[in-house]
């Protein structure tokens, strides 16, 4: 069973950093895409950022890009978010995803691909 757990969400401040970890379980595929999406209240879901245990590669929103950062860590099975710079509008509910990797996508596909496994995700509010 595929079992995916976000942690690390929380209160804070405008400017401020969080780190996100997605640890994960049960993914038998040689190699696999986890992504990070949130979703605010009343917005659709959005894919933010994607890496791939194929190359190592990664793949980020527009809306993202210079604050948050994904990374790996294959002994502990755990993916990261970095976040800086903390804006409201980041305030969301984020979630992890995972799905086996396609050779016919790109990682930057999954940023809106309907990716096959989901953890509970973890609550992320900024004040202003």
């Known amino acids: 069973e595929v079992q995916l757990v976000e942690s690390g969400g929380g209160l804070v401040q405008a400017g401020g950093s969080l780190r996100l970890s997605c640890t994960h379980s049960?993914?038998?595929?040689?190699?696999?895409?986890i992504g990070w999406f949130r979703q605010a209240p009343g917005k659709e879901r959005e894919g933010v950022a994607t890496?791939?245990?194929?190359?190592?590669?990664?793949s980020y929103a527009d809306s993202v890009k210079g604050r948050f950062t994904i990374s790996s860590d294959n002994a502990q099975d755990t993916v990261y978010l970095q976040i800086n710079g903390l804006k409201p509008e980041d305030t969301a509910v984020y979630y992890c995803?995972?799905?086996?990797?396609?050779?016919?996508?790109?990682?930057?596909?999954?940023?809106?691909?309907?990716?096959?496994?989901w953890g509970k995700g973890t609550l992320v509010t900024v004040s202003s």
């Open positions: 995803a995972a799905d086996a990797f396609d050779p016919r996508l790109r990682v930057s596909h999954y940023l809106i691909y309907s990716m096959a496994y």
């Open positions: 890496f791939s245990t194929n190359d190592g590669s990664k």
């Open positions: 049960g993914l038998t595929f040689d190699d696999y895409v």
